[in-house]
Every structure is written in C-alpha cells, then in structure tokens.
C-alpha cells in the first residue's frame, strides 16, 4: 500500500482558483478524478480498484474524460470541478 507524502512535502496544484497539495489522483478511466488528499483518502479509492496517476497527469486525464467529467476529493465534499462543466477548467501544477 503506497503512502502519501507529509503535506508540506506534496506538490501543488491549481484547478481553477483553488490550490491543492497533492501528489496524485485516481481515475476510473472514463470521468471520475479523485485528488488524493490524505491517506484514508487514498486507502478508501485503492479499496475500490482505482488507479493512481502522478498529480502532473491531471490535466491530459481530464482533457480525455468523457463529457460527464469532474474533479472531486475521495469524499466528495471539495467539488474541484463540477461534473459536466462546460466551461474552461485551469489545471496548473505549481
């Protein structure tokens, strides 16, 4: 089971107008982005067989995601991208 890394020592990232440290995400390969925030988080999506991308992956994983695409954390309470938005979505790592 792979480990998060201490915040302080996480890379950033900003979606839209919202930083983020974070080393990677998980991605069901159709629409779901998962940023890892901490480790229950990543324990929780690796219990549900997703797979984990490097946080510099985000964008192009996006870009590739079918129409009904957002952006969450594993619990869904930071909505980093709404699911169908159809406007311009920043994603910039730091």
């Keep these: 089971m792979a480990k998060v890394r201490p915040l302080q020592e996480r890379e950033m990232v900003r979606i839209n107008d919202t930083l983020i440290r974070s080393d990677e995400f998980a ?5 779901k982005l ?6 229950e ?3 929780q999506l690796e219990g549900y067989g997703y797979d984990f991308f490097p946080i510099d992956e985000l964008k192009d994983c996006w870009d590739r995601s079918c ?6 954390d594993a619990s869904l309470s930071c909505d980093y991208v709404s699911q ?3 406007g311009t979505t920043r994603i910039t790592v730091i």
């Design 84 to 86: 169908s938005f159809e």
């Design 67 to 72: 129409g009904l695409r957002f952006i969450s």
């Design 27 to 31: 991605w069901d390969g159709c629409h």
């Design 34 to 39: 998962y940023v890892v925030t901490d480790q």
């Design 41 to 43: 988080a990543r324990d």
